[in-house]
């Protein structure tokens, strides 16, 4: 199994500025995920991340609110731009096993905080 | 309706009880599922695995599916405190290679000494 180093592991920002967060894995992958956890919500992906592609966004997620940066296949950035109460969660970095695929692998999170 | 309804707990049991975890999904091109574990400030991590319906244990984890009648389920024999974790079911479609995993919101589960 894959080992993923996320940070930061928590923070808290003010409304309107942008957090960074770090995604770094310890064997190279081709797919690479963002997830986020909102309280009594399912996990929901928010992007997938492919190295020397633009990030492939979901419904209701957009590249202006969340660019992802994936320079190569051991590291990708989420940032969460002009922030509002509401980006207040926790932020998941995944990857799938590499074969066949179905299982995912999660770094322990970030725990935003927006005030 | 969601794809994949979760009793959200909290589930609270004493120290050697056995737990029942349970999940519904109304998406009959689910093929696989899977239960994580997650404990708090961390990130969920995967318990068990199955793509056929019958059971799979793993230790005192047995993992339970009915496609029948789309239900899944995760029963933990001899809780114990470290057990005390939010489980989340999840599932995904044809085998092999990634597809897209639905999961559910989560039980919250405390194992009380």
Redesign the interface.
């Known amino acids: 199994?894959a080992v993923?180093s996320?940070k930061p592991?928590r923070d808290i920002c003010q409304r309107g500025t942008s957090l960074t967060i770090q995604c770094q894995v310890d064997s190279q992958v081709t797919?690479m995920f963002w997830y986020r956890q909102q309280p009594?919500?399912?996990?929901t992906?928010i992007a997938t991340a492919n190295q020397g592609s633009e990030a492939t966004y979901e419904s209701g997620f957009v590249i202006d609110k969340f660019p992802i940066s994936r320079p190569n296949l051991t590291f990708s950035t989420l940032t969460v731009s002009n922030m509002s109460p509401e980006d207040s969660s926790i932020y998941?970095c995944?990857v799938?096993e590499e074969a066949?695929?179905?299982?995912?692998?999660?770094?322990?999170?970030t725990?935003l905080s927006v005030l | 309706q969601k794809e994949v309804e979760q009793d959200p707990g909290p589930l609270s049991v004493p120290e050697g009880a056995i737990v029942s975890l349970n999940c519904t999904y109304s998406n009959s091109a689910f093929q696989y599922f899977m239960w994580y574990r997650q404990y708090s400030r961390k990130g969920p991590e995967l318990l068990m695995y199955t793509y056929s319906s019958g059971n799979k244990e793993d230790g005192r984890f047995t993992a339970q599916v009915d496609k029948s009648s789309k239900y899944i389920s995760l029963f933990i024999r001899d809780s114990q405190p470290s057990d005390s974790a939010t489980y989340l079911c999840a599932m995904g479609g044809e085998p092999g290679g990634y597809q897209k995993v639905t999961f559910g919101t989560g039980t919250k589960l405390q194992v009380i000494p």
């Open positions: 199994s993923i996320q592991s797919m009594g919500q399912s996990l992906l998941l995944s799938p066949p695929g179905e299982k995912l692998f999660f770094g322990s999170g725990q």
